[in-house]
């Protein structure tokens, strides 16, 4: 009660933006039915990060690693090549992404790009997550997801309904449904 959607949100890319270090185990789970039949496939979604150039992801086909100097990736679809490019300090989103290959895979994925990356890594956070709403954040209410109390958040998107919900204490990510 009483509480802004809108600043949930702040405080969310805040906590992400001033974290020395970010792990999550996420995964993607596609569910679609046509008809009587229904697929559910699931992906990989991690992201591990250390500030202010180490991270780990592992998001659909693609691999990355980044060591604080040098970024190595690799993607299903280019097999036998993988991309070696020196780290400009502090990491950036447009270092992970400068490569067509690793670009494609991570920001054309089922869900898009991992979220975590602009959390972690973009100043504009709040803009990239309101992006094309049609209506302001509102909250749904206080649900548990993996024994945390969370606050859900929706955003209406021309494709559908954004889902968030979002540690009340922490303020991480707990849980996400993309339209």
Known sequence: CGDDPRQILDDMGRAYRTAARYSDDARVTVRQTQGDSSTEVTYPYRVAFVRPDKIRIEAYDARVAADGTSLHAAVGTVPGQVLVEPIQSPLALDQIFTDDALR????????????????????????????????????????????????????????????????????????????
């Open 104 to 179: 494609s895979t991570l920001a054309e994925g089922e869900a898009g790009c991992p979220t975590q990356l602009p959390l972690l890594l973009a100043d504009d956070t709040l803009e990239l997550i309101l992006a094309a709403s049609e209506s302001p954040p509102r909250i749904i209410g206080t649900e548990t997801v993996d024994g945390r109390a969370c606050s859900h958040v929706e955003i209406t998107k021309p494709d559908g309904v954004l889902g968030l919900w979002i540690d009340r204490e922490s303020k991480l990510l707990r849980k996400m449904r993309v339209p």
